[in-house]
Antibody
Framework: QVQLVESGGGVVQSGRSLRLSCAAS????????IHWVRQAPGKGLEWVAF????????YYADSVKGRFTISRDNSKNTLYMQMNSLRGEDTAVYYC??????????????WGQGTLVTVSS | EIVMTQSPATLSVSPGERATLSCRAS??????LAWYQQKPGQAPRLLIY???TRATGIPARFSGSGSGTEFTLTISSLQSEDFAVYYC?????????FGQGTKVEIK
C-alpha cells in the first residue's frame, strides 16, 4: 500500500521559515508527480504546489508563489517544501498527495496524514 | 482560475436514503473532475476521477456523472460510514481548485 508520511510541521513565528518533508514508500516515487495541499483549521482544501516526476515542472498557487519552493530528491524518495516569509494565513494542515500522473495535471490517488503548521504573531 | 461551487453546503440524510451532491465549474472542465471524501481528523480519500470512474476499492453505491460544467456525486443508499465531507476538484487547468465541500450529516 502506498505510503506518504509528512514531517516538519510545528509552531513558527510570522516571517520565519520552515521546511516540510514527505517520505514516500511502496511505489515508484520517481515516476509520479506530487502535490502539496493544505487545509486551514475548520476550512476546505486548498491546492498549494505541484512538482513533476523529474522535478522539471513546478506549479504554485498564487497565495504562495515567491515564498514557497517545492522540490524532490528521487534518490531519497522524499518531497520537500521550503516555506519562507510565513504568514498567519499559512496556518494549516499540509498534506502531500500523489498524483496519478507523472507530469500533467491529474487527480490525487493517495494522501499522507498531514503535518500541522501554525504561524504565530 | 476556475471556481468550483458545491451545493448544498450541508445535506441531512437518513441512513439507507439516496444522497445527491452537486458541483459546478465556472467554465468547462470536460470530464477532468474528481471527488474526495474526508472524515474528521483524517486525510481525504479519492472516490471518483474522470467524473465517473470509481477509484480502487470504492463501493458501487458511489457514482459520479456529468461533464463540462455540471457534475453530480450520488450515494445510492447511505451507510453510517458515509457521513463525511465531500469535495470536488478540477484538474483541467492550473491552478487546480476545489469546491468548498458538502457535509453529509445524519438526519
Amino acid at each position: 500500500q502506498v505510503q506518504l508520511v509528512e514531517s516538519g510541521g510545528g509552531v513558527v513565528q510570522s516571517g520565519r521559515s520552515l521546511r516540510l518533508s514527505c517520505a514516500a514508500s511502496r511505489f515508484t516515487f520517481s515516476s509520479y508527480g506530487i502535490h502539496w495541499v493544505r487545509q486551514a483549521p475548520g476550512k476546505g482544501l486548498e491546492w498549494v504546489a505541484f512538482i513533476s516526476y523529474d522535478g522539471s515542472n513546478k506549479y504554485y498557487a498564487d497565495s504562495v508563489k515567491g515564498r514557497f519552493t517545492i522540490s524532490r530528491d528521487n534518490s531519497k524518495n522524499t518531497l520537500y517544501m521550503q516555506m519562507n516569509s510565513l504568514r498567519g494565513e499559512d496556518t494549516a494542515v499540509y498534506y502531500c498527495a500523489k498524483s496519478a500522473s507523472g507530469y500533467s495535471s491529474s487527480w490525487y490517488d493517495h494522501w499522507g496524514q498531514g503535518t500541522l503548521v501554525t504561524v504565530s504573531s | 482560475e476556475i471556481v468550483m461551487t458545491q451545493s448544498p453546503a450541508t445535506l441531512s440524510v437518513s441512513p439507507g436514503e439516496r444522497a445527491t451532491l452537486s458541483c459546478r465549474a465556472s467554465q468547462s472542465i470536460s470530464s477532468n473532475l474528481a471527488w474526495y471524501q474526508q472524515k474528521p481528523g483524517q486525510a481525504p480519500r479519492l472516490l471518483i476521477y474522470g467524473a465517473s470512474t470509481r477509484a480502487t476499492g470504492i463501493p458501487a453505491r458511489f457514482s459520479g456523472s456529468g461533464s463540462g460544467t455540471e457534475f453530480t456525486l450520488t450515494i445510492s443508499s447511505l451507510q453510517s460510514e458515509d457521513f463525511a465531507v465531500y469535495y470536488c476538484q478540477q484538474y483541467n487547468n492550473w491552478p487546480q481548485t476545489f469546491g468548498q465541500g458538502t457535509k453529509v450529516e445524519i438526519k
